[in-house]
Nanobody, 120 residues
Framework: VQLQALGGGLVQAGGSLRLSCIAS????????LAWYRQPPGEQRELIAT???????DYKDFVKGRFTISRDNAKNTVYLQMNSLRPDDTAVYYC???????????????WGLGTLVTVSS
């Protein structure tokens, strides 16, 4: 599966962006999907996941501000980001994987990320 994240850019603090990730080469409707991000000089971190039944989960630092959703007909996962802060600046990646219980296991396909820069 190939993954392409789109929609990044420069935004002022308090603003919004909507990221899209299009999967090709495989039907991802039966997989869990996730968004990760990698801030400058830091490790990649999980942000949010969405199961095949559309059940979602978020890390505390984005809860209430970010919304993950999916459109299986378009093989696409979205990340709506509101109330952005400068510490949200990062390269954002999507991933297809699976849940085992409550834990998300990332797949090996990442693709190119999209850079989000939030200015103060």
């Amino acid at each position: 599966v190939q993954l392409q994240a789109l929609g990044g850019g420069l935004v002022q603090a308090g603003g919004s962006l909507r990221l899209s990730c299009i999967a090709s080469g495989s039907d991802v409707s039966r997989y869990s999907l996730a968004w990760y991000r990698q801030p400058p000089g830091e490790q990649r971190e999980l942000i949010a996941t969405i199961r095949s039944d559309s059940l979602t989960d978020y890390k505390d630092f984005v809860k209430g501000r970010f919304t993950i959703s999916r459109d299986n007909a378009k093989n696409t996962v979205y990340l709506q980001m509101n109330s952005l802060r400068p510490d949200d600046t990062a390269v954002y990646y999507c991933n297809t994987g699976e849940h085992r219980g409550t834990y998300y296991y990332p797949g090996r396909h990442w693709g190119l990320g999209t850079l989000v820069t939030v200015s103060s």
